[in-house]
């Protein structure tokens, strides 16, 4: 099925430090989705896209949907130990029915 | 609000037992999924049922039986399950008002273990 290419897949890091994930696909994606995930627990999603070149904030989060709309970027500035976590970005292609989810970006923060 | 519910938190389960999972939300959507997750793995999609109808089954073994009593509330009927389908299982809601757009708002997930 229709795959997302999400990097990098782990990334462990000092706190303060910033941080860039992204996502890559193939075909165009009409809707960018991002969540975080923490261990038990279900996805919580941090900031939606929908519209190609759009720039969206939640907090220290900035994601954007890139012009080709064929990819998206999560920034976390100034990391702290409560960003650990899984961050998965998601979307909907053309077809639309179905939302398709990278593989994840497994992120850990030294104090 | 935005909460979807899920319970129980954790099930543990016999080969032979039947047991369900429950999922609730009161945010008025009318789309409800369920997903199956295994460990270090994003989810996969089992289920879709859009205006309390079943619109998409992933192929799903017959053993998974989803149910949508109303537009808040969606069970899944577990029966004769195998080790294999242990994981953590995931509800989430969306609006329902159009493909390609609708922002899923995913529950806590009940963790299953099959022995």
């Known amino acids: 099925g229709q795959q997302l290419n999400q990097s990098p897949q782990s990334m462990f890091i000092q706190e303060g430090e910033d941080v860039s994930m992204n996502c890559t696909s193939s075909s165009i994606f009409n809707t960018w989705l991002w969540y975080k995930q923490d261990p038990g627990e279900g996805p919580v999603l941090l900031i939606a896209l929908y519209k190609a070149g759009e720039l969206t904030s939640n907090g220290r989060l900035t994601a954007q949907f890139g012009i080709t709309r064929k990819d998206s970027f999560l920034n976390i500035s100034a990391s702290i130990p409560s960003d650990v976590g899984i961050y998965f970005c998601?979307?909907?292609?053309?077809?639309?029915?179905?939302?398709?989810f990278g593989g994840g970006t497994r992120l850990m923060v030294k104090p | 609000d935005t909460e979807v519910t899920q319970t129980p938190k954790h099930l543990v389960m016999g080969m032979t037992n039947k047991k369900s999972l429950k999922c609730e939300q009161h945010?008025?959507?009318?789309?409800m999924y369920w997903y199956k997750q295994k460990a270090k793995k994003p989810p996969e999609l089992m289920f879709v049922y859009s205006y309390e109808k079943l619109s998409i089954n992933e192929s799903v073994p017959s053993r998974f039986s989803p149910e949508c009593p109303n537009s808040s509330l969606l069970n899944l009927h577990l029966h004769a399950l195998q080790p294999e389908d242990s994981a953590l299982y995931l509800c989430a809601s969306s609006l329902g008002q159009g493909w390609g757009t609708d922002t899923q708002y995913f529950g806590p997930g009940t963790r299953l273990t099959v022995l």
């Open positions: 998601a979307g909907y292609n053309n077809a639309g029915n179905m939302l398709t």
């Open positions: 945010m008025g959507h009318r789309a």
